[in-house]
């Protein structure tokens, strides 16, 4: 009997010590996956500051770049936004780091997004005609640029590194990340400036111009004054502001804005709408609201127009 108990003993001493390997290997993977992630988020961290160190070099002081080397660089910049982009969008993501997974790829959307309407409308920026319209555009995707900095700094960062500490690894912390360098971009007249564009805020066309709110959709809830909504199990809360073109001609870099409680404001853009269509900016609302809220929703009048009564509505959210 004894001896049996003592083979007994110590077959169990000996599955314990096999399970307890198995979990140290299963652990230390794990952990090598975690640092892998935080390792590559920082690889595309720091590229993206490069990339923004030579795009707002470039605006700041073009140089002797002639407008066409000019156009071509800051396309250059955005088609390696977009390589970043799919670069997040292709992380082997360990299960732990799921949701910073998803504000991630949200921050790179919002980047590339950003600077692809800034290429688009850059060279027609630094023309004759249309200049003062397309820098409005940009100086609206600079928001946007915004926008990603405050998720990924609010959101993105603290997740990944909550999550490395949790598992007592304490030398893999992603860096900070902000695109925009500066609020002064923010500002239109600063983009202005910088790309030498005169004449902001003159009418282009004539002929009647006007726009009118026509619509607010909150995560998929249509909005409507005087009749509270409720917004539910969202992280993430995305404003649709939809926006016909009443007039008779085009309308280019019309901006909306929305606000919770008479906070922060956060802009938006819709970069073209064609006489009596309707087009939507999308405006991310960061930090997400809480509870009961008053939005307020704007959209700044076009060149040209006279009627602005129709331009603006406030509604009441709650958010669970």
């Not at 992380?91 to 600077?115: F, I, K, N």
């Not at 930090?287 to 127009?305: A, H, N, R, Y």
């Amino acid at each position: 009997m004894l001896r049996r108990a003592l083979a007994l003993g110590g077959g169990l001493i000996v599955l314990i010590l096999i399970v307890l390997g198995i979990k140290g290997c299963l652990d230390a993977r794990a952990n090598r996956e975690l640092s892998d992630y935080a390792r590559n988020v920082t690889q595309i961290v720091d590229e993206t500051a490069q990339t923004s160190k030579t795009f707002f070099g470039k605006l700041e002081d073009p140089g002797s770049l002639s407008v066409t080397d000019l156009v071509e660089q800051v396309n250059a910049d955005s088609s390696a936004m977009d390589s970043y982009a799919s670069r997040v969008d292709g992380l082997s993501t360990p299960g732990d780091m799921g949701d910073a997974q998803r504000t991630l790829e949200l921050v790179y959307e919002l980047r590339a997004s950003a600077m692809s309407e800034i290429a688009n409308r850059m060279s027609t920026a630094l023309a004759d005609e249309g200049a003062a319209k397309a820098t409005a555009v940009i100086a609206n995707q600079m928001q946007k640029l915004l926008a990603s900095d405050v998720l990924y700094e609010t959101v993105v960062r603290p997740e990944i590194d909550g999550v490395l500490e949790s598992n007592g690894i304490d030398d893999s912390d992603v860096p900070k990340s902000s695109f925009l360098p500066d609020d002064k971009w923010l500002d239109e007249d600063e983009v202005a400036a910088a790309l030498g564009v005169t004449g902001a805020g003159e009418a282009e066309t004539p002929g009647v111009h006007g726009t009118e709110l026509v619509g607010t959709i909150v995560n998929g809830t249509e909005l409507a004054e005087g009749a509270p909504a409720v917004i539910s199990g969202e992280e993430a809360v995305e404003v649709e502001v939809q926006v016909q073109n009443q007039g008779e001609s085009a309308e280019n870099g019309v901006t909306v804005s929305v606000s919770v409680d008479g906070g922060n404001t956060l802009e938006g853009d819709i970069s073209s709408v064609e006489a009596g269509e309707i087009g939507t900016a999308t405006i991310l609302l960061t930090p997400t609201p809480k509870g009961e809220v008053t939005l307020e929703v704007k959209v700044d009048p076009v060149p040209g127009e006279l009627v602005t009564e129709n331009n603006e509505a406030s509604y009441t959210v709650a958010f669970e």
